[in-house]
Structure formats: structure tokens, C-alpha cells
């Protein structure tokens, strides 16, 4: 028994040894802006977040389990809401999972189709976090709604992410007539990663003759670049929750397979070449931004001289698939419309004022909404009770009325 006891009690210091060390490190190092609604709600949000993640990286080096999987593990505890008016039902495409959403009431037409991809950096997210996401969209722009649930890190880096999403995504274009799809009106949609993999879906499905088109593409606070770390919203935002730079890189280390130890380097943007950045500075530069973005501060960063063996390690961020803000004119004129979400607190925030550029120049049409009171993953606190900021509904509210004008 005194055993037992003892063994309860040092679990009982660790656990409060440990929720202490966050909520210390929290209001030492997170940044909660003035132009937030609810700071209050955000601090907590990220406090359990953040404990998530710091017992996930302790079971981790126990060895029990890596981070990202007690991470997804405990998030998937939370119960489904069920919605009366959505039917919902799993699948599997091939081997890779999906989940199917219907408005429960009857149309004598074909229904919009939207294939949605869920955002985490490969580490976090599932069906179960964005499974009111889904729901609401369906239910509220009359959809039908396949959510793809891909494989992730550790066990499944890049680009085995992107090639579910791909394969899922052609499976359901050959099988519209089953689920009552009108094959005019298919759209992918995504949030932070999963934003980034409908733009790479739109680049690689544009030219095949034997699927219907993709109509339009929604990118919410997606990650469109992997080059550089250093643009204004990466430092204007880099403690800002529920997205760090800090977290980004190491979403960016584990899905791209690459050792932790380049930080520094990469920082420096000493990883690429003097002529890869300036081949990709008319795209990617931060000339690009406009200045009212850049108000809240920002420093010119001059790359510093290659490191070769972080190149060698790193030049697969090069691929389109990692990065589809850097594919050609010739390839990016010609995608669908897209709806463009962004957030003002929110180190991607740029990546989605460049893309947005790019295809304006270009002349494909863009409907953008900025949240100016918004910060990354804000989306997923619909639902959420008193947790819930206005920000996610006024983001559901646009892209479903962007759905419904197509």
C-alpha cells in the first residue's frame, strides 16, 4: 500500500509539475495581440494545447508512444455530434478512409460536391476534428461533402500525405453519379496543410481528360510554401497561438523527414541557393506583400551563403508538391477560381496574400476574405461552446456563400 501510495504521489507532482511548466512557459513566451476577441479563451485554448503536446513529447521519449499519435489519440476521445439533418457515412477509397456527408433531405437535382482535406501539419487532426467543419458545410450549402482521412507522421511522411489525397479525391470524381453529384460543381477545400494540398490536387488534376474538372478550389489559412520562414507574418506572428514558427518547423522536420538539427540554418535561408532564391523572389519575395501588412513590423532577412549539406537534405521543399505557390505561369493561369481565407494573426498569413497575387496577375479569379481578428486553426473552435470565436462562423459563412454562387 505505501508503495501504491508513493507511486500516486509522484504521478500527482509530475502531473502538476508539468501543467505548471506550460501555463509558466505560456505567459512567458505566447503572444495573444490586442486585435484578438476573447485573449482569454485563446490563452486556454492553447494552455491545453500546449499540455497535449508537452505530455505527448514525454511519452515520447518514455518511448510509449511518439507525440503526434497520444496527440490524435486523445483529441479523437471527444464524442461525434450527431446532426438530424446529415446523413454520415464511412468508406474506405482503395485503403484510404473517407467520410461521406449528405443533406438527409431529398433533391430531384445532382448536389455540389466538395472534397475536403483536413488540415494538422501531418502530425495533428482527423476525421473527428473537423467532423463539425464538415457537417455544417454540407448541411448549410447543400452539399455533398467526402472528407479524406490520409496517413500521417510518424509512420507516413512525405509524399504519401499528398498521394492519399490525390487517389481519394480521383476515386470520388469516377464515382459522382453514385452520390449523386453534378460533376459541374466539384470543389476541394482545406484548412492550414489541407489547404495547401488543394492547391497541389488542382495542379495535378487539371490536365487529366478522363475526370470532370475541378470547379474552384477554398484554401483556409493554407501552408503554400515551405522556402521561407521569414516573411513579415512568419515574424509579426511567431508566438502567436495556436501556430508558433516554432511548431510550423517542426511539422516542417517531421512530414519532410529532416533533421531538426538545420534550424539555424534554414532561419538564415542558408538552405537553398543564391539563384533558387532568386529565381523564386518574384513569387515568394516579400516585395510581394502588401505594406499595410508589414506595419506591425518587419526585417529584411538577406539569405545567407549556401550550406550544401543542408541543401542536399532539404531540396525536396522544391517539389510542387510541398510548395505549389512556385509552380509555373503556364501551370498556375490555368487552375480554377479559388476562395482565399486568411487571418491577420496567423504566421501563414502570407502565404495566402501571395497566392492570392499570383492568380490575380494572372487572371484567374479569387474571392478573398481577411479575418482581421483571426489566427491560425480558429476554425476549429466552431461548435465549441463557450470556446467558439466569431471568427469561425464568419469563415463558414463566406466559404458557404461562395459555394453557393458557383
Known sequence: ??????????????????????????????????GISHPRKLRVIHILFQLLLTWGTIFEKLRICSMPQFVRFLHDLWPLKKDPDVVVTDLRFGTVPVKLYQPKAPSCTPRRGVVYYHGGGGI???????????????????????????????????????RDCI??????????????????RVVVCGDSAGGGIASVVCQKLMENPDLPKIRAQILIYAVLQLLDFQLPSFQQNKNVPLLSREFVFHCWCGYMDISPSWKSV?????????????????????ENIPEKFKKRGY?????????EDAYQETNHILDLRNTPLIAEDKVMSRVPEACIVSCEYDVLRDDSLLYKKRLEELGVSVTWHHMEDGFHG?????????????????????????????
Open 299 to 307: 526585417r529584411l532577412v538577406t539569405p545567407e551563403p549556401l550550406n
Open 124 to 162: 495533428i487532426g482527423s476525421f473527428k476534428t473537423h467532423h463539425i467543419i464538415c457537417c455544417r458545410l454540407s448541411k448549410e450549402s447543400d452539399s455533398v461533402v467526402l472528407a479524406v482521412g490520409y496517413r500521417m507522421i510518424p509512420q507516413h511522411k512525405f509524399p504519401t500525405l499528398v
Open 1 to 34: 500500500m505505501g508503495v501504491l501510495l508513493a507511486l500516486l504521489s509522484a504521478a500527482g507532482v509530475l502531473f502538476l509539475g508539468v501543467g505548471l511548466w506550460v501555463i509558466c512557459s505560456h505567459f512567458l513566451t505566447a503572444d495573444i495581440p490586442a
Open 378 to 406: 480558429v476554425l476549429n473552435t466552431l461548435g465549441t461552446g463557450y470556446f467558439q470565436f466569431p471568427c469561425s462562423t464568419r469563415i463558414l459563412d463566406a466559404v458557404v456563400r461562395f459555394l453557393k454562387g458557383l
Open 167 to 184: 487517389a481519394a479525391t480521383v476515386h470520388f470524381l469516377k464515382s459522382l453519379n453514385e452520390y449523386k453529384v453534378d460533376p459541374a
Open 266 to 286: 534554414v532561419m538564415k535561408g542558408a538552405h537553398l541557393p543564391a539563384e533558387c532564391w532568386e529565381k523564386y523572389r518574384k513569387w515568394v519575395g516579400s
